[in-house]
């Protein structure tokens, strides 16, 4: 079955550090990969999306390429600022099926 | 302009109570789904539903059961509420299954 594993948080930056989030995955075929973002109080919101090996996926100075040798599409950020403090949720979705997230990745950014 | 909305925000009731949530979407997706997120943060997908189509993940008690009334709307029923129901319900709709989703801001259930 597919899964997606994810580096345990809490992520603890200060403002401007680079920030990677490290995820890997098992799928059968040739999945869909996605980044979510939860902001405090809030549900998830689409962060960026990669739909076939090399894509690049980038939003908001996010970025996560998608590496079917490795299996792994890890999120990173050049400079990050406190209002990125969320919860990032990496996943993935194979034609027709459902999504299957990751355990998610608390961030916290430091003035 | 709220693209998918859930009532209520917040429910406190009681161990062996039946509540209801409702949601909302405005997209004109034909997919909805029901997700439960614990004190972790984990998220477990409950059901998802379109006009043809209920699939509910094995997982989940019968005691819960989605309710749509229309295409925008999927609402969650939940009878004789446990301790172990307390957490964040997220409802989200996509245009297909296969299509990114988009989640509302989640109902906070508290038994006590």
């Known amino acids: 079955g597919n899964s997606v594993t994810q580096m345990e948080g809490p992520v603890t930056l200060s403002e401007e550090a680079f920030l990677t989030i490290n995820c890997t995955y098992t799928?059968?075929?040739?999945?869909?990969l996605f980044w979510y973002v939860q902001y405090p109080g809030e549900g998830l919101q689409l962060l960026l999306k990669a739909t076939k090996a090399d894509d690049k996926g980038s939003n908001k100075g996010f970025e996560a390429t998608y590496r079917k040798e490795t299996t792994s599409f890890h999120l990173e950020k050049g400079s990050v600022q406190v209002s990125d403090s969320a919860v990032y949720f990496c996943a993935l979705q194979n034609a027709g099926n459902m999504l299957t997230f990751g355990g998610g990745t608390r961030l916290m950014v430091k003035p | 302009d709220t693209a998918v909305s859930q009532t209520p925000k917040y429910l406190v009731t009681q161990m062996g109570n039946d509540k209801s949530i409702k949601c909302e979407q405005n997209l004109g997706h034909d997919t909805m789904y029901w997700y439960k997120q614990d004190s972790k943060k984990f998220l477990k997908i409950m059901f998802s539903y379109n006009n043809k189509e209920l699939i509910i993940n094995e997982t989940v008690p019968n005691r819960f059961s989605p309710k749509s009334p229309d295409k925008a709307h999927l609402n969650l029923h939940i009878n004789s509420l446990e301790l172990g129901d307390s957490a964040v319900y997220f409802c989200?709709?996509?245009?297909?299954?296969?299509?990114?989703?988009?989640f509302g801001d989640g109902t906070r259930l508290s038994i006590l």
């Open positions: 989200a709709s996509s245009q297909a299954r296969d299509q990114p989703q988009h």
């Open positions: 799928a059968t075929g040739y999945p869909s």
